[in-house]
């Protein structure tokens, strides 16, 4: 089961409010949830954000969306085919990296000038 980052910060909030330092809260996630779970220097930030009396860790955060809705793309690829991952990327206001992530998750390449599904 993973975790949303969502949970991950309420937990470093509990590990902050029973007085863990940052260190501490590192170690305690790594070696119950994995290594790979959160950065040390992300606990340091949020952290430093409890410090400051921000407990808000649901605050809407800037930037593009991470992911994008796949059936959007579908549509999308179906009314042209010929159409570009970047201006796909415009008119989902998504990184056109993501966009890529996107199709390979849906078995879509661009082949011959145009998209088309791979099995």
Known sequence: MELSRQQIR?????????KLSATE??????????????SYDTIKVWFRKFKAR???????????????????????????????AQT????????????VNALKRINTTFKFNRWVRTN
């Not at 309420?10 to 029973?18: G, L, P, S, V």
């Not at 809260?25 to 959160?38: A, D, F, P, R, Y």
């Not at 990327?89 to 990184?95: F, K, M, P, Q």
């Open 10 to 18: 309420t937990i470093m909030y509990y590990e902050f409010r029973n």
């Open 25 to 38: 809260c590192h170690q305690k996630l790594c070696e119950s949830l994995g290594i790979n779970t959160v």
């Open 54 to 84: 921000n407990f808000d860790i649901d605050e809407p955060r800037s930037g593009r969306p991470i992911e994008v809705d796949c059936e959007q793309l579908k549509q999308i690829i179906v009314q042209d085919r010929n159409v570009s």
């Open 88 to 99: 796909i990327a415009l008119e989902l206001d998504a990184r056109q990296k993501t966009i």
